[in-house]
């Protein structure tokens, strides 16, 4: 039967797959939301697209290539918490750069150094990536009340470490 140059059926099956759909949409995000993930990677199982096989090789190079075997491995060694270098250094590079200019000689990645030293963690509670710093839990505290105090504050303690460092 012909409705409206459409067949009686397509808008009920349109109709179904829709109402699939949203179901295991609403499933994947209630898993998602109990597992307390940080961050969702999608990976093509094989080159092919074909469901049921799931190549190796393929699955561990996009998971190379996009950072997650990196991240994993920080997460492991104890650094759970990420904060991206533009992050600290667009809070507290303008402030300091008016007083020690040489400071925005540094690169981002220095700069978060600098002001991990300024906090007062330790060289063995962070590592520095290619985008992040990555912090062990404890040092995280301290650059959440870095990031809550007034950059005025904190001013003249970057200014002295940055004194420091020039000595070096």
Request: aromatic share 8%.
């Amino acid at each position: 039967v012909v409705r409206g140059g459409r067949k009686a059926g397509a808008s009920s099956a349109f109709n179904s797959l829709s109402r699939r759909f949203l179901s295991e949409t609403r499933a994947l995000l209630e898993t998602l939301s109990a597992s307390g993930s940080h961050f969702v990677r999608c990976v093509k199982p094989n080159m092919d697209f074909d469901e049921t096989r799931l190549d190796a090789e393929t699955v561990r190079r996009q998971l190379k290539a996009n950072g997650t075997v990196e991240a994993v491995r920080l997460m492991r060694a104890g650094y759970p918490i990420r904060v991206p270098f533009e992050v600290l250094h667009s809070r507290y590079l303008p402030l300091l750069a008016r007083d020690v200019p040489e400071v925005t000689d540094l690169s981002p990645a220095h700069f978060c150094e600098l002001v991990a030293a300024v906090v007062g963690v330790g060289a063995a509670d962070f590592v520095c990536g290619t985008t992040r710093i990555f912090l062990r839990g404890d040092a995280g505290a301290a650059f959440e009340e870095l990031r809550d105090k007034d950059p005025a504050e904190v001013l003249p303690v970057l200014r002295a470490k940055m004194r420091e460092w020039q000595v070096r």
